[in-house]
């Protein structure tokens, strides 16, 4: 967004998950949130903002069910290619599908297969933070603080959440 008054402005970090339940409309369900500053790379904060999503997947966990509730796959896109992020989602059993940026060795390596069709429902992230960026307070950045911003991020979140939870009941 460029330099404001008060430094370069703040960028939001965001998990969704894909439901394939009847109720969810497919443009994904945000599972964890965090607020940084403006300048603060993207990689340095990936490996709290999953930590929060998985524990979220495994907090819904009951005794029977029986299915993973950890991803089996994240995409992320470029920010998000250092090598100590992938070396954590592999330490979690979690395949990363991050591309690999240009100045990478192993773009150009004929061996690292990079799977373009689940990077492709990557969408789904896009569409949540449009759909978050629709709340005009959230557009706009009202709130001063990173606090507050959070707790308006979180708003919406929760409406999505009684939307999935309620939609065929009232």
Known sequence: MGRS????????????ARLSSPKSDGAGTPLAIE????QVHESTRAESVI???IATLIGRRRKK??????PRRLAGDKGYSVRRVRDWLSGQDIE?????????????DPFVWFDKVTYRQRAVVEQC???????????????????????ML?????????KLLFSDSA
Do not use: C
């Open 5 to 16: 008054r008060g430094g370069f402005g703040s960028k939001f970090h965001v998990v969704t």
């Open 35 to 38: 607020v940084t500053a403006g």
């Open 51 to 53: 930590g929060q999503a």
């Open 65 to 70: 069910w029986k299915r993973r509730h950890k």
């Open 96 to 108: 990363p599908v991050i591309p690999h940026k240009d100045n990478e060795k192993a773009r150009h």
């Open 129 to 151: 933070v449009g759909w978050l960026k629709e709340f005009r307070r959230i557009g706009t950045r009202f709130e001063k603080l990173a606090v507050n911003f959070h707790g």
């Open 154 to 162: 979180q708003l919406p979140m929760i409406r999505r959440y009684l």
